[in-house]
């Protein structure tokens, strides 16, 4: 009995062990598949305008300076340059997540910035909020009182949505947090 319990227990680590490395080479190679298609959202026409209106492409800032902010910022995701169709810069967009779970977890969200430190527009691209509830903090309605304020400091009032302060508060933090990064590495 207790050589087939033993028996038993080898060939689960065996199978374990085999399933997690085709996780780990499966992973290995589609993580660049994956990158690529959260690139390709992030440049959904409809995205680019609701974080920066006239603005056709996100392009990487720096990507030191953004390995930088990651190691000391975790909740930071990347930070872009906004440009139009002829290559101007328009503005900043810091990608980041909430430092203030929502009743979901972490919202993700794309914060953009003018050159004069102005809250241009924002664009919820993940969050795990109730259907008709904490969701709500994606719609245009919650978000435009955040649209121009100034970027200069942190918002600490802001009108939560009723009954879903949770995830208002989520919100608020990840858009706080782009604010901190954008001040603190962008609007020096």
Not at 86 to 109: I, K
């Given at each position: 009995?207790?050589?087939?319990?033993?028996?038993?227990?080898?060939?689960?680590?065996i199978i374990s062990a085999v399933a997690a490395g085709v996780l780990a080479l499966a992973n290995d190679f589609t993580k660049d598949k994956i990158a690529e298609a959260e690139a390709k959202a992030a440049m959904d026409p409809a995205v680019l305008e609701?974080?920066?209106?006239?603005?056709?492409?996100?392009?990487?800032?720096?990507?030191?300076?953004?390995?930088?902010?990651?190691?000391?910022?975790?909740?930071?995701?990347?930070?872009?340059?906004?440009?139009?169709?002829?290559?101007?810069?328009?503005?900043?967009?810091?990608?980041?997540?909430?430092?203030?779970?929502?009743?979901?977890?972490?919202?993700?969200?794309?914060?953009?910035?003018?050159?004069?430190a102005k809250i241009s527009g924002m664009n919820v691209i993940a969050h795990s909020e109730t259907s008709g509830l904490g969701s709500r903090t994606t719609e245009p309605e919650f978000q435009k009182q955040f649209l121009g304020a100034d970027?200069?400091?942190?918002?600490?009032?802001?009108?939560?949505?009723?009954?879903?302060?949770?995830?208002?508060?989520?919100?608020?933090?990840?858009?706080?947090?782009?604010?901190k990064v954008f001040n603190q590495y962008v609007n020096k």
């Open positions: 009995m207790k050589n087939n319990i033993v028996r038993l227990g080898g060939i689960l680590c609701a974080v920066m209106p006239g603005s056709v492409m996100f392009e990487v800032y720096d990507a030191a300076l953004t390995e930088t902010i990651k190691s000391e910022n975790a909740k930071f995701v990347e930070l872009y340059k906004a440009v139009d169709g002829s290559g101007n810069e328009l503005g900043y967009v810091v990608r980041t997540l909430s430092t203030v779970a929502g009743y979901g977890g972490d919202m993700e969200l794309f914060v953009g910035f003018t050159s004069d970027a200069s400091a942190e918002i600490t009032s802001f009108d939560a949505i009723a009954g879903v302060t949770k995830s208002s508060n989520s919100f608020a933090s990840a858009l706080n947090n782009a604010i």
